[in-house]
């Protein structure tokens, strides 16, 4: 009986220093989760003429998937983004960051392009009001523009079915 | 030469530019790479402290003011570009804190979570002191 109160301090100092020991504190939470997407006037980076504004996410769920030329992980998105772009689920947009245009133009030439609509940020202005701090990172907004997730790294299958899909399902 | 030299002296000295750049180096702010400059003392300042207690999210433990990774670069413009449309210091900070989260400020917030952690070592600690004295009372 002694040896209760001590053992379950101890295990309580145990979780905590696992905990630590687990998390990548170099992921940071995104504190924009349930905040509406910010206003925003960008080029489209194919259609050289075209303003992008907020209203391009309203009325469908997105996943905004924030990608550059230079990004070599961003590449191991792609399979997986190609199969996605066949579900009638979600419209699967990017947002280029900090690239060069006919670099940009170039990898999507080469990678194939998965996004119904890029938008063009070179200056990287629109990702800092995202809160973006490195590439690749995707967004998951709902029909209203409210951000419902992020994900920092490459998205693959599992993080999509296991964090994403569940949430546009409950939304239902 | 003599009489060259004086000409050149003279002509530099009250050349503009010279003029200018004596005058006003104190208001200029050199961060790595960029020349930053400002119309007051008071809002270079403000700069300076506000690069010294955000952090560089690419690399963590530098401060905005150390760091050369480009997100660095992009924010150290953003906030130069808000101080110049005369924002506040505490209004630029909580823009930043908004989108990137407690994390980039050197100094969080004392919220209530905060607290909780902040003084959970001193907690634990005087829960085992109490646990200690007790047992020891007890012989």
């Known amino acids: 009986m002694r040896y209760i109160i001590p053992l379950l301090v101890l295990l309580i100092i145990v979780f905590f220093l696992w905990q630590g020991l687990v998390k990548d504190s170099n992921l940071l939470p995104s504190p924009l989760i349930n905040h509406a997407i910010p206003e925003f006037s960008a080029r489209d980076l194919l259609k050289n003429h075209s303003i992008l504004k907020k209203k391009i996410f309203l009325h469908h769920w997105t996943l905004l998937i924030v990608w550059s030329s230079w990004c070599l992980t961003c590449t191991e998105e792609q399979p997986f983004l190609l199969k996605l772009r066949k579900t009638p689920l979600i419209s699967i947009y990017g947002l280029n960051y900090r690239d060069e245009l006919n670099q940009a133009k170039l990898w999507l030439k080469k990678q194939d392009n998965p996004f119904q609509k890029i938008i063009f940020d070179p200056r990287g202005l629109l990702a800092i009001d995202l809160g973006v701090y490195g590439v690749p990172e ?35 | 030469m003599l009489r060259y030299m004086k000409k050149f002296l003279k002509k530099m000295l009250t050349s503009k530019l010279f003029l200018v750049t004596i005058l006003f180096s104190p208001l200029t702010l050199a961060a790595l790479h960029d020349l930053y400059s400002f119309d007051s ?36 413009l953003v906030i130069y570009q808000r101080l110049q449309n005369k924002q506040s210091k505490e209004k630029i900070k909580k823009y930043l804190v908004s989108r990137y989260g407690d994390f980039i400020s050197f100094k969080p917030t004392f919220s209530l979570l905060n607290y909780c952690l902040w003084l959970s070592p001193f907690i634990l600690l005087i829960v085992i002191l109490l646990i200690f004295l007790f047992k020891i009372k007890k012989k």
């Open chain 2, 41 to 76: 003392l008071q809002k270079k300042n403000q700069f300076e402290q506000i690069l010294y207690e955000m952090r560089c999210l690419v690399c963590q433990n530098q401060n905005l003011a150390d760091s050369n990774a480009p997100l660095a670069k992009d924010l150290r």
């Open chain 1, 138 to 172: 995707s967004y998951l907004i709902d029909p209203q523009g409210i951000i419902r997730y992020k994900y920092v790294g490459t998205l693959t299958s599992s993080v999509w079915l296991h964090n994403m899909a569940p949430i546009i399902k409950q939304a239902k």
